[in-house]
């Protein structure tokens, strides 16, 4: 008896961790691998590799610039680069904040580039895009939180593709009203600033931000905006809200001015973020968008793929398309 038990080739019985009851073999380390939970058949999509998509991804690589779509490991980036469209996220690619869902770096960003507005203005001409949207990292540590890279931006765009329309996707500049002042005095088509979740999950979900100073920033941009610039909002399901509290959610953007909103599914980008609560099916979309349009939102994108730059040149009021 002592020999099996001792023997090199003894099996030994180990009951199952209820940390990975799946019974996942730890590497060497004897750390487990991450295993992705499996999706739902309505969250499958092709993996991106199309001429075009192969064509974006060197020459945007090879000018140096970064899209918030493969830092945000986006589920659309192959349909989406090969439309020929692209989300393009200036300021570099870490982020002084660290949102518990979002797959972008962060830490102490380095990245000061003075002639990035030009080469992203260059990469729309080039792309012939009628619909571009600049986004950001959070800039905390700039005077300005960034605002002075978007104006750059907008300006070089309209230089150099006077026929795009041009969304920004900025943070919340901390409150502070001087930066989306300067942004807003730009007049871009829209401004779009997405609220994520709803207000019980932020300390979570948003450690450093608040949905009712998100919902400010919203309504000051419409304020100062006026009729000229359309603005936007977006939230993920995923994370532990209720229908409700996404309902709720709608409301105080609405009360705020917002007038187009995009809902999508959460996807979980690594071990180290946070996990899917649930998958949403279909049918429930359907429900908050017609929930978000009985509140009074001129236009609404709601599905488990929806994302906040996804399509965006067809979710937006007519009368801006119309402009």
Not at 29 to 36: E, L, N, Q, S, T
Not at 69 to 96: H, K, Q, S, Y
Not at 149 to 174: H, N, W, Y
Not at 213 to 220: E, G, P
Request: with cysteine.
């Amino acid at each position: 008896m002592s020999e099996i038990a001792t023997g090199a080739s003894a099996r030994v019985h180990v009951t199952r961790s209820r940390a990975r009851p799946g019974g996942t073999e730890p590497d060497r380390d004897g750390a487990v691998p991450f295993r992705r939970a499996r999706k739902p058949p309505w969250l499958k999509v092709p993996a991106p590799g199309g001429p075009t998509y192969r064509r974006l991804k060197a020459e945007i690589g090879g000018q140096g610039l970064h899209t918030v779509c493969e830092e945000a490991n986006c589920p659309n980036v192959g349909e989406c680069w090969e439309r020929g469209t692209a989300t393009f996220m200036i300021l570099g690619d870490v982020c002084t904040r660290r949102c518990g869902f979002c797959n972008v770096k962060t830490g102490v960003p380095t990245w000061s580039d003075p002639l990035e507005p030009l080469r992203v203005a260059n990469q729309v001409k080039r792309m012939g895009l009628r619909h571009a949207v600049v986004t950001s990292v959070d800039r905390d540590d700039l005077p300005d939180y960034g605002a002075g890279a978007f104006v750059a931006t907008i300006r070089s765009i309209r230089m150099q593709a006077p026929g795009c329309k041009v969304e920004v996707l900025t943070p919340d500049f901390r409150g502070q009203e001087m930066p989306l002042a300067k942004v807003i005095h730009e007049r871009p088509d829209v401004f779009n600033h997405n609220v994520e979740t709803v207000p019980r999950l932020y300390p979570k979900a948003r450690r450093g931000s608040q949905f009712m100073r998100s919902a400010r920033v919203l309504r000051l941009a419409k304020e100062m905006g006026g009729p000229d610039v359309v603005t936007k909002s977006g939230l993920m399901v995923g994370l532990g809200e209720s229908f409700e509290e996404m309902v709720d959610a709608f409301g105080i953007l609405s009360e705020h001015g917002v007038q187009v909103l995009t809902v999508g599914q959460y996807l979980r980008p690594t071990e180290n973020h946070l996990p899917v609560d649930r998958y949403w099916h279909p049918d429930e979309f359907e429900a908050l968008e017609r929930a978000a349009y009985d509140l009074g939102f001129e236009s609404v994108a709601s599905g488990p793929l929806v994302r906040s730059s996804y399509h965006a040149d067809q979710n937006l009021p007519e009368r801006a398309v119309a402009g």
